[in-house]
């Protein structure tokens, strides 16, 4: 059974920044590809950034040169460094895992960007 469980999301004024950790435990093949969507009430869920296990990502026109996604595959660990925060940013973070044909989702963590 795959778990992951995100974590570090919360309160930060704009321009501020947050990091978000997942870490995914159970079964993990060694070629997955990892990533962070976000969710803003009324809107679909939209997909903010990925990551493969050779480390080729993809962002959003959104966020990119803000936002960085990395992982530590000996920790089972992805990150989403979020800079330069705005309120559009505002949403609930989820982690997604995609392997072998299955995808896998965390619980989700809320990122709020307000003064």
């Known amino acids: 059974q795959v778990q992951l469980v995100e974590s570090g999301g919360g309160l930060v004024q704009p321009g501020g920044s947050l990091r978000l950790s997942c870490v995914v435990s159970g079964s993990i093949f060694s070629i997955n590809v990892m990533a962070w969507y976000r969710q803003s009430p009324g809107k679909e869920r939209e997909l903010v950034t990925s990551i493969t296990t050779g480390d080729s990502t993809y962002y959003a026109e959104s966020v990119k040169g803000r936002f960085t996604i990395s992982r530590a595959n000996a920790k089972n660990t992805v990150y989403l460094q979020m800079n330069s925060l705005k309120p559009e940013d505002t949403a609930v973070y989820y982690c997604?895992?995609?392997?072998?044909?299955?995808?896998?989702w965390g619980q989700g963590t809320q990122v709020t960007v307000s003064s």
């Open positions: 997604k895992l995609v392997q072998s044909g299955s995808s896998y």
